[in-house]
């Protein structure tokens, strides 16, 4: 029953900045771990980022830690990636997922539900 779907991509020059958005209907999101992932053609997808169900921490992908930021924003039931000092080698479709539970792991993938993703492009 939980939905989810990004929004806030777009194309970008280095060093500029977006904030994504990945925005919840049927469920609460404050429920469920939630990660930010993306994946560029040829690659593997990787985490970004995630924030814990329970006392919002948060973790990041080393490549992007003091650039982005992940948040929850309650009464929206929503959760943004602010992404700052964007570099070309961010290019890539951002996915939000959600999985029950109550920390969230960098490295763990199986998340139960899905968004379609997003583009990225940062590019001159």
């Known amino acids: 029953q939980l939905q989810l779907v990004e929004s806030g991509g777009g194309l970008v020059q280095p060093g500029g900045s977006l904030r994504l958005s990945c925005a919840a209907s049927g469920s609460r999101l404050d429920y469920y771990v939630i990660g930010w992932f993306r994946q560029a053609p040829g690659k593997e997808r990787e985490g970004v980022s995630c924030?814990?169900?329970?006392?919002?921490?948060?973790n990041y992908a080393d490549s992007v830690k003091g650039r982005f930021t992940i948040s929850r924003d309650n009464a929206k039931n929503t959760v943004y990636l602010q992404m700052n000092s964007l570099k070309p080698e961010d290019t890539a479709v951002y996915s939000c997922a959600a999985d029950f539970g109550a920390f969230c792991n960098i490295a763990y993938m199986e998340y139960d539900y899905w968004g379609q993703g997003t583009q990225v492009t940062v590019s001159s």
């Open positions: 924030i814990s169900s329970v006392g919002g921490r948060t």
